[in-house]
């Protein structure tokens, strides 16, 4: 029998989490192959705020990721100005 309900106990990974910290990785790839890659930091520092905040409020799992992928992003963002 399959179980439909979720387990409240069970601490789930946030997504947008992750989203943000692979979108970080490609942004710095960008910039480093390409030159440009800010208008994808721009969009996972969004993304990286929003889940970092998700995933405090609910108590999920990746906050780190969340914050990592920030970094990531504000970096892609200085980079605009070097």
């Known amino acids: 029998m399959l179980e439909t309900q979720r387990n409240p106990d ?3 990974m946030n997504k947008e989490a992750i989203g943000s910290l ?9 910039i480093f192959l390409v030159g440009n890659g800010t208008v994808l930091s721009a969009a996972g ?10 995933a405090k409020k609910l108590r999920q799992k990746g906050a780190k990721l969340a914050a990592a992928g920030l970094i990531l992003n504000c970096l892609g963002i200085v980079s605009l100005f070097f």
């Open 10 to 12: 069970k601490q789930d």
């Open 45 to 54: 520092l969004l993304l990286g705020v929003l889940s970092l905040r998700e």
């Open 22 to 30: 692979l979108i970080g990785i490609v942004s710095m790839i960008g």
